[in-house]
């Protein structure tokens, strides 16, 4: 059986529709992994951490957090000649901000902030016990690491032409599923026929109440076709177990 999973980034501040996107989520019964900054002038907040912290919580069948980066500010794991043991640092420092706050239900993937990761990075990282869950990035690749391949932003970033499609409508997000499996390209190959594709959003790009609003139907509805096509909705960690 196919699978899905889905996974939200760059948890930092608590936008007024975060709390929206919760509900939605809960309210379908959609797991989703949330990629949290752990610190820094972008960090998460006291107030997002209190609520995600008592949703994580209340929903471990669905919910985990995992790390995405330090700061997420400049090349902090981008720049190959960086030292090692600072790397190691910010890792282990970020893991302990993280793992204090929602213990648990927090789970040792790393998404590099930026899509990047320096390859000299990786063994390291793995070492400290992380999976890699990049992005459209074709850079990181290992047994332990791969690459989430679409998005579903509300709309097209201009800073983030990079990111993928927009997608309007659940059947084309369905349809674009479907391809990617068909090529089998950006998938994690659980067996002979079954593969399991990661779906990417940044909640943050929504903006405003308005636009999430509008276009999280589509979202909704993707998910709902996917239950109606027996793909699998997973937590990513689960792909390791
Ligand atoms: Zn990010």
């Known amino acids: 059986m196919n699978k899905l999973f889905l996974r939200d980034d760059d ?11 919760l509900k939605v989520l809960v309210d379908n019964k959609i797991p989703m992994h949330f990629a949290v900054i752990p610190t820094g ?20 069948e669905l919910f985990e957090v995992g790390l995405h980066g330090y700061t997420h500010i400049g090349l902090e794991f981008v720049d190959p000649t960086q030292d090692l043991s600072i790397v190691k640092q910010r890792i282990l420092e970020g893991e302990k901000i993280l793992r204090d706050l929602y213990q648990e239900n927090f789970v040792k993937i790393f998404t590099p902030p930026g899509f990047k990761l320096a390859k000299e ?13 990049s992005s459209v990035s074709k850079e990181v690749q290992s047994k332990k690491s791969y690459s989430i391949t679409f998005n579903i932003e509300a709309y097209k970033d201009p800073n983030h ?14 349809s674009r599923y479907k391809t990617y499996i068909a090529l089998d390209r950006a998938c994690l190959k659980l067996n002979d026929t079954d593969r399991a594709l990661g779906i990417l ?37 689960k792909l390791y177990d």
């Open 121 to 133: 990075f990786l063994p390291l990282i793995e070492e400290l016990g992380y999976s890699v869950s």
């Open 201 to 237: 959003m940044h909640h943050a790009h929504y903006k405003d109440l308005k636009n999430f609003e509008a276009n999280i139907p589509n979202f909704v509805n993707f998910i709902r076709l996917a239950r109606e096509e027996n793909i699998e909705l997973v937590k990513l960690s």
């Open 41 to 60: 002038p972008i960090g998460a907040r006291v107030e997002t951490h209190s609520l995600l912290k008592e949703v994580v919580k209340a929903y471990p």
């Open 161 to 174: 032409k990079e990111l993928g499609e927009r997608f309007a409508t659940g059947e084309e997000l369905m």
């Open 11 to 21: 948890i930092s501040f608590l936008e007024p529709f975060f709390p929206w996107l």
